[in-house]
């Protein structure tokens, strides 16, 4: 079965602090790996597909990579306007199914 | 302006009743899918479809029902039979991986609360 683990469950940093978050994951087969951005009651709003080890997509303050075992989503500088939950989803090749993890919520304090 | 469209934004169920939340897209994807949404659980799926009258169960299926007469609408009907339905529900579409590094990432709506009282 796919298996998809965030961490830390929680992340608090000051403005322009960066760091990163991490999604390790187990399938069979990867097609690929997506991360999305959440904000409270709204839904997800997709940043980047990530389809084999190496590869690297970058968008504004935000650069997300892919090993053969994990992904990292890198925050450089980080605003206020970066809180929100971030979401890790893996999908199987020839699978329709997108597992998903539980996030990290991140919260940057002015 | 493409999108997905989820209705009503909030809505409440009284123990027993059957209710319908609506999705529609115009984005012109054939694959639909329902996610319920609880704190601390990442988005699990419901139901899924990959083309007009044909879906298929996902991980937590029982209790709900769908249906997919039209590419652009996939409603879903909350049953009586679903023992604990208040939750967040999110309807996505995507289009079917059907080549390799083709973009099949989902777009999601804004989402439908449920609460029953």
């Known amino acids: 079965e796919d298996q998809v683990t965030q961490s830390p469950e929680a992340l608090r940093l000051q403005e322009g602090e960066s760091s990163s978050l991490n999604c390790s994951y187990t399938?069979?087969?990867?097609?690929?790996l997506f991360w999305y951005r959440q904000d409270p009651g709204k839904g997800p709003e997709f940043l980047f597909t990530l389809y084999s080890a190496g590869e690297e997509k970058e968008k504004e303050r935000l650069k997300a990579t892919l090993t053969k075992k994990e992904s990292f989503l890198h925050i450089t500088a980080p605003k206020p306007e970066d809180s929100a939950t971030y979401l890790c989803a893996v999908q199987r090749k020839g699978y329709q199914k997108v597992t998903f993890g539980t996030g990290t919520k991140l919260q940057v304090i002015p | 302006d493409g999108g997905i469209t989820q209705s009503p934004k909030y809505l409440f169920r009284k123990e027993g009743q059957n209710v319908t939340l609506s999705c529609e897209q115009n984005l012109n994807h054939d694959a639909m899918y329902w996610y319920r949404q609880d704190p601390g659980q990442g988005l699990r799926l419901i139901y899924y479809?990959?083309?007009?009258?044909?879906?298929q169960k996902g991980d937590i299926a029982e209790g709900y029902s769908v249906s997919r007469e039209k590419k652009e609408s996939f409603p879903l009907t909350v049953t009586s039979a679903q023992k604990n339905p208040t939750a967040f529900y999110l309807c996505?579409?995507?289009?079917?991986?059907?080549?390799?590094?083709?973009?099949?990432?989902?777009?999601f709506g804004q989402g439908t609360r449920l609460t029953v009282v």
């Open positions: 996505a579409s995507s289009i079917p991986p059907r080549r390799e590094q083709e973009n099949t990432e989902a777009f």
């Open positions: 479809s990959q083309i007009v009258n044909d879906f």
């Open positions: 399938v069979s087969g990867l097609r690929g």
